[in-house]
Each structure stands twice: as structure tokens, then as C-alpha cells.
């Protein structure tokens, strides 16, 4: 017998060292989210700075199931 389980929550985190690449690796992880099912409950943004001078972009996504 085979068993579904549907998935109600989950997290992801990405990163990039510019905005551009950052907004398109969450766009596109939305997109495949989507087919679960699932849809973006939150969304957290951080920056820092490196030793070399160079910025991270940080984003902490949570997806939720779609009611």
C-alpha cells in the first residue's frame, strides 16, 4: 500500500552575493513549491558584510500548504 503524507510546512534558506540572483533563486524555488502545493508564509532578508568588503545576501523562506 502506498502512502501519501502532505507536506504543511517548510522552510528554506538561500544566499547570493547580489539582490538579482537572490530574488531569482527564490522565484524559481516558488515556482517548484508550488507544485506541493505549497505558498510563501514569510520571508526574512539579511545582508552582511565580509571581510573582503563583499556583501551576502541572505533570505529565509517559509512555505506553507495552501488551504
Do not use: C, P, W
Not at 516558488?30 to 545576501?57: C, D, F, P, T, W
Request: hydrophobic share 45%; net charge negative; no cysteine.
Amino acid at each position: 500500500m502506498i502512502t501519501f503524507d502532505l507536506i504543511q510546512d517548510k522552510v528554506e534558506f538561500f544566499e547570493a552575493t547580489d539582490l538579482a540572483t537572490l530574488e531569482k533563486k527564490i522565484n524559481d524555488q516558488i515556482e517548484h513549491n508550488k507544485a506541493i502545493m505549497l505558498e510563501v508564509h514569510h520571508v526574512s532578508y539579511h545582508m552582511q558584510l565580509l571581510e573582503n568588503g563583499q556583501r551576502l545576501y541572505s533570505a529565509m523562506v517559509h512555505f506553507k500548504a495552501k488551504k
